[in-house]
């Protein structure tokens, strides 16, 4: 069993930046992928990004290049640093576990955080 907490999540102007940590419990976090994920009013939940237990990162087309997805094995936390923020990054982001190598669905993953709102004003 794996939990998650997200945070840093918060308010930002359009330009600006924000770092999303995501802290996972249990002993085998580095055997995990590990996914960010966001979901906008109205929207379905989308791929942001995801690392791999190898740290082989894939990124969203929408963010690729603004977004920097890491991971502290050593503190059993995975990061999504966001620069160049826009107003249509507003979301409630979520970060995702699973065993698999390179889960890359919503319905891949097993263990989910709780989320962590992040609104960009223009």
């Known amino acids: 069993q794996v939990q998650l907490v997200e945070s840093g999540g918060g308010l930002v102007q359009a330009g600006g930046s924000l770092r999303l940590s995501c802290a996972a419990s249990?002993?085998?976090?580095?055997?995990?992928?590990m996914g960010w994920f966001r979901q906008g009013p109205g929207k379905e939940r989308e791929f942001v990004a995801r690392?791999?237990?190898?740290?082989?990162?894939y990124y969203a087309d929408a963010v690729k290049g603004r977004f920097t997805i890491s991971r502290d094995n050593g503190k059993n936390t995975v990061y999504l640093q966001m620069n160049s923020l826009k107003p249509e990054d507003t979301a409630v982001y979520y970060c995702a576990a699973d065993i698999r190598p390179s889960p890359q669905d919503v319905n891949e993953y097993a263990y989910w955080g709780q989320g962590t709102q992040v609104t960009v004003s223009s």
């Open positions: 690392i791999t237990s190898g740290s082989s990162t």
């Open positions: 249990g002993r085998t976090f580095s055997s995990y992928a």
